[in-house]
């Protein structure tokens, strides 16, 4: 599930509600339980919660639950609409065009922050990038995104 404070439901509560609603799918909102931190036109952080159900676990010698890649590219596309539709306004439907993750470390269960950032939005693509950081802060994964309004 989605979940964002007063402050934030009160200016965007209408794009978060409509996306929760009618848009993402059930596993998105059954899987993900993300904090939004700060939602403003263009930009957004969120923190994501541990379960365990996103996380591979690495054999001996090198135990570990690493966050599944499948995991953070479902992240990156999910959370990069918030800032875009803040920017674009909730009248516009989009869809993916084209995504692109780079995964630079593993990232250990923990606390998980997301940044997302709209690049560019012109009157039929938009562009954002979504950066993954693990507990120690760390950026872990960079996702470069193409929306294309229909």
Not at 1 to 15: L, Q
Request: some cysteine; proline content about 4%.
């Amino acid at each position: 599930m989605i979940h964002a404070n007063a402050d934030i439901m009160s200016k965007y509560g209408h794009i978060i509600t409509k996306q929760i609603d009618d848009v993402f799918p059930a596993w998105v909102l059954n899987n993900f339980s993300v904090d939004i931190i700060e939602l403003t036109a263009g930009e957004a952080h969120y923190e994501l919660a541990y379960n365990p159900d996103l996380y591979r676990k690495v054999p001996a010698p090198n135990v570990a639950e690493i966050l599944s890649g499948q995991a953070v590219m479902a992240l990156a596309d999910s959370l990069l609409v918030f800032p875009v539709l803040a920017q674009v306004g909730q009248t516009k439907e989009m869809v993916t065009l084209n995504s692109n993750t780079e995964f630079l470390r593993p990232i250990k269960a923990g606390k998980v922050s997301i940044k997302a950032k709209v690049i560019k939005a012109g009157s039929k693509v938009v562009r954002g990038q979504v950066e993954v950081f693990d507990t120690d802060n760390k950026l872990c994964a960079l996702t470069i995104i193409c929306y294309i309004f229909i």
